[in-house]
């Protein structure tokens, strides 16, 4: 277990079926780590679980030589297994309360968020940081909730006030955009994000190393002058 503050800049979520023919999953993450990626998540939605806990084994290995936190998406018994750093959970995954009690003392508990009320309750439940979005359209994940735009992901940070609780954006988020996200954000709240949630502009780019500088420097830059 790390026990150090969390930087939430750059948050890769892994998605291996969007790699690029021939590239190599460790390959790539660990070029992206390179890159300045400076919190990832496994992501395994079809995986069976040994398989997934060879996965997030290696993954942890990778991460840990950069000294960067691991969380696992959605299992619990995975992140025990493996000694993650915590989990990122959905709203019908388990609850935050009941994954607080599993996990070693100090574990981070993402929860994905799609509206005010999801935000407050994560609040009220003690998640340590809240995936809100989905911001864009993204081809990654069938997303059924509306898509709430750089103002809805606003409107969703408000309810964060006066918390300690961390924030990133998810979807569709690339070099492209990601300023937009981060100074449309500030602009229309006076909220700023602690990060951005990427998958696709990282693990679907032939050079990861590069696709997460360039995502890490504007992340960066903006942090040090909103
Ligand atoms: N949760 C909400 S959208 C999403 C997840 C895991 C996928 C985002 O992927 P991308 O490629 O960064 O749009
Ligand atoms: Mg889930």
């Given at each position: 277990m790390l026990r150090r503050s969390i930087d939430y800049s750059l948050y890769l979520v892994t998605g291996?079926?969007?790699?690029?023919?021939?590239?190599d999953y460790l390959e790539s993450l660990e070029e992206s780590l390179q890159g300045g990626v400076s919190l990832v998540q496994i992501r395994e939605k079809t995986t069976d679980t040994g398989e997934f806990l060879k996965i997030a084994q290696q993954s942890k290995a990778i991460c840990r030589k950069y000294n960067v936190p691991i969380l696992i998406n959605d299992r619990l018994d995975i992140a025990l297994a493996i000694g993650a750093d915590g989990v990122h959970l959905g709203q019908t995954d388990m609850p935050i309360a009941v994954a607080r009690s599993m996990l070693p003392p100090n574990s981070i508990i993402g929860m994905t968020c799609n509206t005010v009320e999801h935000v407050r309750k994560a609040v009220q439940d003690g998640a340590d940081y809240v995936g809100v979005g989905p911001v864009w359209t993204t081809q990654t994940k069938k997303v059924t909730s509306p898509i709430v735009g750089v103002r809805g992901m606003g409107e969703m940070l408000k309810a964060l006030d006066g918390t300690n609780v961390k924030a990133v954006a998810i979807a569709g988020i690339k070099f492209t955009n990601v300023l937009h996200c981060l100074h449309g954000c500030v602009s229309t709240t006076g909220r700023s994000l602690d990060g951005v949630a990427v998958v696709s502009d990282i693990v679907a780019s032939p050079d990861p190393r590069l696709a997460a500088q360039r995502l890490a420097a504007i992340v960066q830059a903006f942090k040090s002058n909103p």
């Open positions: 291996r079926d969007l790699l690029p023919n021939g590239k």
